[in-house]
């Protein structure tokens, strides 16, 4: 967990390549994102998102088909790996536990 | 909204990203980002789009995505370049002999290559001083050969010698022409200050104009004024200094002796004191008179057409327009001639071409040689690329010995290219050396070739902040040039080859051979051009001139009248002296300056024709004195009191010039020649009066007791020196106003040589040189090729090969190449040398022992060179060879 640390729009992103599967691509992930977030995200904060995942081995990538609206470019599609799995796993055990060591009295306090 | 389907994304933020990002997420962002732009499209105008699509180009500069520019791995070359230099170091100092073949040979190359580097320098920086150079030109008389105005071909080289009326008539003429300046021919005078009398040879009489065109500074006096007024002298620094001591000279006078034609004899005032002129002036002066006194006691002159004897220079405006004033001349020389059929023409000449590009005869000053230029830039290159040559064949001949070097650089991950700066960089080392020696051999022999060239060299030129980006790019490109073949070849090695252990490279060996009889090439033509030299010099100075020369005293009085007046007495009281075999006076002698004359004759049938040649005036002994033969006819004699007057002697060609081929037959036929009417005595066996570069020219030996310039005396050859300083003594005694300069003909007559000579000579150093060089190279190749036969020396031997088969089986391989050399140099130096003789009208046959002789030199050079190294393996024990591995 240490060595491959997963900033906060990483692992919005990586999740967000897990949810769309065999879809991830480029576009596509940015359009998703930007729907749930609702506010506007550049190309080049996801591009460099998935870059660096890919460097740290969360995900893997490969060409998928070319369309014409791309200019015949080819889209890269992006999985995630069984690691990145793992991790959003433990992320989510850790986040859950502390939700639920937090007193009630305490959320419902920040709450108001 | 336009149709969107057709709108393409902005050109520009596209390339700008193709530049900065990586090259590997260029084609899934590319699509994205034409995707984005695409949908855009549907929603937005195509501007938004566009500017969306920019924007977001510019946000896809992260780091993550950057190309890397820089290298990626972290590498400090610092310890590589180090250990390339330790590499280098210790490769020169463990191969002293290659290394010190190879370092000094180069500097030799670059040594000369500098030298004639500043030869050429100072040859091509003449007039360059003259501020306005750009706007000054000068004409040039000559004659048409047709009176037809289409025929333009000349009848001879123009002169620069001109009549003195074309310069105010082109001042006139041309409003574009600002300044005229005229100035006559070399004068010799004789001036005195007291008892300070010397005979200066260089002093021209000279316009008042010469300041505001000639860059010349005038120390004192006036500019505009100094030369205005007859009998004002302007003197050079050295030279008031030679008169006035350290008074002040300005305002002194001096008294002048008359120049023959110019009636200037009287007191000068001196009102301008000048800088002494620069070195790499095109015609040069101790002292100017003012042109006005010229004009004053001869006025006449300067209205005649056909009188020549004035340089005409002038200043031009910037309207000034060289092609069309070219063409309004011929229609100036018709207009000022009033003569529409005249022959005379006129020609325009830039100040920055009379020193090294001018053709015209009589220049006022000595003229430069371009073709010289030419070659001697030529052999200094011979030279260099021979020292080249010698260090690539050393270092591929050795690259055998890298090979592991570079096998073991290679696979520890060394790039190609970082072998290849590795070489260049050894190159460079070596060619820094090579310049530190050149610079060393420059400086020792600096005086030498200022003996060789006849020429003052100024270090100075070389030791300027200019040169050095010129000497850092020469050595670069020597660097270059001499490295980059090793480098290729030994950075081309393969890394299992080498380490499994290759032995030879057989595109190598025959590169070697290729260059090797390059070298040799350019050796033997540099010998065999020496040797022509050589004879062709020899052959003018050995050939029979039809004048006598030896031992010929001569002395140069300038025409002076007293001494003409007195010519009976010398002569009576010289030959009294038994030393002495005869005196004669002339106006010239073979060898010096004389004028042209046309004369009619009478031929044969009848009529009188109009001819023009060369003249010499002589005394009456002339002709025996000199030795000249007569082949018809009877020479002048006391005999006959009309030969003073209406007799004339001709030479050979002179007779055929008029038609007579047999020159019993021009014998008393009837002559006219300025102003004289009479018969042909007699005709002279045609003798070399210029050099040999020449043919014997048609011409007139009038009798003129009272105008002669030259004393002749032939005296006998023992104790020449105290018979010497007994004419000096009856010189002072009967001339005491005029000082003893005297001089031998032959040595005034070989100095028409002084080019030629200067040609052998450098020729000869530098073949010299250049086979030196060949030698040392192929001297360190042999040793090389020795060495890496040890071995299979040492099994023959044991096998039974005796002494001269090994030395054969060393030797074979150069000599083939030095035959090989032999047979290419020939057909070239046969060419070039024909081309060189055509220069004279005298020449030797080239025959083919000199090639014999230069390829013999070569062969035996190489063979010299060559068998110490063979001659030591065959003799080494084959034990020893054997033994160690």
Known sequence: MKKTKLGEFEELVLLTVAALQHDAYGVEIKRELETRLKERLSVGSIQSALKRMEEKGFLTSAFGEATLKRGGKRKRIYYTTSHALKVLEEMRAIRADLWSSIPLTASELKMI | MSTPEHSQPPKWPLRLMRFFLRTEYLEEIEGDMEEIFQDNLHQYSVRKAKRIYTWEMFKLLRPVLLRNFKSSYTFTPYAMYKNYFLIAWRNLIKKKAYSAINIFGLGVGIACCFLIFTFVQSELSYDTYHTKRDRIYRITHGTRASEDPRNLSKEGPSWVW???????????????????????????????NDDKKYQENG???????????????????????????????????????????????????????????????????????????????????????????????????????????????????????????????????????????????IELESLNDVYLKSDADRQPGETGSLSNMYVFSIIGLFILVIAMINFMNLSTARSMERSKEVGIRKSIGAARSSLISQFLGESFVIVSLSMITAVILVVISLPFVTGLTGKEFEAGILIHWKSVPIILGAMLLIAFVAGSYPALVLSGFSPVHVLKGMTKSASG??????????????????????????????????????????????????????????????????????????????????????????TEIETKNGEMKMMGQPIFEVGIDFIPHFGLELVAGR???RDFPADSSSSLVINEAAAKQYGYKNAEEIVGKKFSQWGRNGVVIGVVKDFNFTSLHQKIEPLTLPFQA????????????????????????LWSEIEPHRPFLYSFLDEDFNRQYKDDFIFRKLFTTFSCLAIAIACLGLLGLATYMAEQRTKEIGIRKVLGA????????????????????????????????????????????????????????????????????????????????????
């Not at chain 2, 003195?164 to 010799?188: C, M, Y």
């Not at chain 2, 003409?564 to 009281?573: C, G, M």
């Not at chain 2, 002669?708 to 005296?715: E, H, M, P, Q």
């Not at chain 2, 046969?830 to 030199?857: C, D, H, K, Q, T």
């Open chain 2, 635 to 637: 020479s002048y004699s």
């Open chain 2, 203 to 345: 002093v021209f009489f000279m316009d008042s104009t010469v300041f505001d065109v000639f860059s010349w500074d005038l120390l004192q006096g006036d500019p505009k004024t100094a030369l205005v007024n007859p009998y004002s002298i302007v003197l050079t620094e050295s030279t008031a200094r030679k008169y006035f001591g350290n008074e002040n000279a300005l305002g002194k006078t001096l008294k002048g002796s008359n120049s023959p034609g110019r009636a200037n004899e009287g007191q000068y005032i001196v009102t301008g004191i000048m800088k002494d002129l620069p070195s790499n002036s095109h015609f040069k002066f101790n002292a100017l008179l003012s042109l006005s006194t010229f004009k004053k006691s001869l006025p006449e002159i300067f209205e005649t057409w056909d009188y020549v004897d004035f340089y005409t220079y002038f200043l031009v405006n910037e309207k000034f327009n060289e092609a069309a004033f070219k063409q309004k001349l011929p229609e100036f020389v018709k207009r000022q001639r009033k003569d529409p059929k005249t022959r005379y023409v």
């Open chain 2, 802 to 885: 005796d002494f001269r088969t090994i030395v054969l089986l060393l030797s074979s391989d150069f000599i083939k190449l030095v035959v090989i050399a032999i047979l290419i140099a020939t057909p070239v130096a046969w060419y070039v040398m024909n081309r060189w003789l055509e220069g004279f009208a005298y020449r030797v046959e080239i025959s083919l022992w000199i090639f014999v002789l230069a390829g013999f030199i070569a062969f035996f050079i190489v063979a010299l060179t060559i068998s110490y190294q063979s001659i030591k393996s065959a003799l080494m024990n084959p034990v020893t060879s054997l033994r160690s591995e």
């Open chain 2, 706 to 729: 009272y105008s002669s310039r030259y004393l002749s005396i032939k005296v006998k050859t023992e104790d020449l020196t105290k018979t010497v300083q007994q004419v000096g003594a």
């Open chain 2, 509 to 598: 060996v025959n590169l070697r051979r290729g260059l090797v009889v390059f070298q040799f090439s350019l050796s033997i033509l540099l010998i065999a051009v020496t040797i022509i030299v050589y004879t062709q010099m020899n052959h003018l100075l050995d050939k029979d001139l039809g004048f006598d020369k030896e031992s010929m005293l001569v002395i140069d009085y300038n025409y002076d009248e007293a001494v003409n007046a007195k010519s009976q007495l010398l002569k009576t009281r010289l030959e009294e002296n038994p030393s002495i075999v005869s005196a004669a006076f002339s106006r010239s002698v073979p060898g010096s300056f004389f004028p042209y004359a046309g």
């Open chain 2, 162 to 192: 001109g009549n003195a009326p074309v310069g105010p008539a082109l001042k006139n003429d041309f409003p574009e022409i600002e300044k005229v300046v005229q100035f006559s021919g070399r004068a010799d005078v004789l001036l005195t």
